[in-house]
């Protein structure tokens, strides 16, 4: 499975001269947690999270510094104007894949990086988005639906009638009615690429391989 297959097209973006607050209102009303930045020509140059968005824009409240005295205290550090646009907050260069990338490699990167999204790019223009949301999604496509576009893969390819196959919790058992082992691998590679696809086992007269 790779990146295009999972990933979201109806990409919200901001560029960097969008305003903090408009960005802001954008997250919290489309529930994102992150906000691909891109230039005139839709490439991708950074992107804007929660986190970026939160940074000095909560100033101390002046009541819980006074002193003994009674009276209110200056605060230790010197209050800091808070960047206007997202340009002034924004993570630069941001971290991206390709269409093509490999699902796992795309996994592997979101959660050692902490990642929640990854933009997706074809060159330096932004084409979609992944999310934890996405690939989580992904994992609890009903196992009908699997099946179902499983058999179409292996029909395109060897004809209708030859295999037989059952999916459980998106664990894919085909039998096969023959015996060859570049069939067994093409049907192999071909599930594997079918959405909500887990792992794929082979079998013949009862037997798992």
Known sequence: MRARDIMSTNVVTVMEGTTVNAAATLLASHGYTALPVVDDDGGLVGLVTEADILRDRFPRDPRYHCSDAGSIE????????????????????????????????????????????????????????????????????????????????????????????????????????????TDRHVATVLAEAVRGVTVVHIAREGVTR
């Open 74 to 181: 200056p605060p230790d550090e010197t209050p800091r104007d808070p960047a206007a646009t997202v340009g002034g907050v924004m993570i630069a260069p941001a971290a991206a894949m390709d269409l093509g990338s490999d699902v796992v490699d795309l996994v592997t990167a979101m959660r050692d990086d902490g990642l929640r999204s990854m933009p997706i790019v074809d060159g330096a223009r932004l084409v979609g988005i992944v999310t934890r949301r996405d690939l989580v999604r992904t994992l609890t496509r009903d196992d009908a639906a699997v099946a179902t576009d499983v058999r179409h893969q292996l029909e395109i390819y060897g004809g209708p009638g030859r295999w037989t196959v059952d999916v459980q919790g998106g664990a894919v058992t085909i039998r096969d009615a023959m015996d060859n082992q």
